[in-house]
């Protein structure tokens, strides 16, 4: 993968591209994006600006998505393309090419936890990459202006951090109204033998009985369940 740039052109270009010569990093070996532009690509016939990404096949220089700066060598994935990221794995692009999508692992934070992910992040829950599941992820702070709980949602990304956007616990996705779909706190079952309250005011915690009859809640840290 490159970036190029002839010299009518202001801005550089993503493209796939076959280079020779250039030894590609290991999968999550350290690495820097094109390279930090310090070393331009060379060839015959070649007059455009170039620059290679220095890692191997299949895979992209991609910045952590907590921790600012920490660039590492990950798999390349395409949601387009059905190029697909592992269960404990989503893809993410800080870019708006698909070329620049990456595979990072999951946190597996508790998202019942303010904190979880330290300073300026949050632990949201969302949807894996083959839709079949739920993963926790840190992620920096979404929504300035997060909905509060009970408003109509189309995403969990909407609701503020602890919530998510999820129907009735009792009935499978796919059956709700769109009027039942809302920012709902999350909770956590109490442990066996105890009966410490989870929710506030007259809400209790009720398990996902409906959801988890279609959807893998395996990379949950917790037995996850929501306020209604």
Known sequence: ?????????????????????????????????????????????????????????????????????????????????????????????????????????????????????????ECYLRPNDMAKGVVTVCLPLINDAPFADGAMCESTFNCRPGSWCWGPADRRPGDWTESEQICRPVCALPAAGTSAPACSGAQICKDLTGARATLDFTAIPIQLAQCE
Not at 18 to 29: E, M
Not at 41 to 67: I, K, R, S
């Open 1 to 121: 993968m490159a970036i190029r740039k002839s010299a009518q052109q202001n801005e550089f270009q993503v493209y796939s591209a076959c280079v020779a010569g250039v030894p590609g990093k290991r999968l999550d070996s350290p690495c820097r994006p094109w390279g930090d532009r310090a070393q331009r690509h060379q060839a015959p016939g070649l007059l455009d600006e170039m620059y290679v990404d220095p890692c191997g096949l299949g895979l992209v220089c991609t910045n952590d998505l907590v921790l600012s700066g920490n660039y590492t060598c990950r798999p390349i994935c395409d949601f387009e393309a059905q190029r697909l990221c592992q269960p404990k794995q989503v893809c993410y692009s800080g870019a708006p090419t698909a070329f620049e999508q990456a595979c990072l692992p999951i946190d597996a934070c508790d998202p019942t936890q303010r904190g979880a992910c330290g300073e300026d992040n």
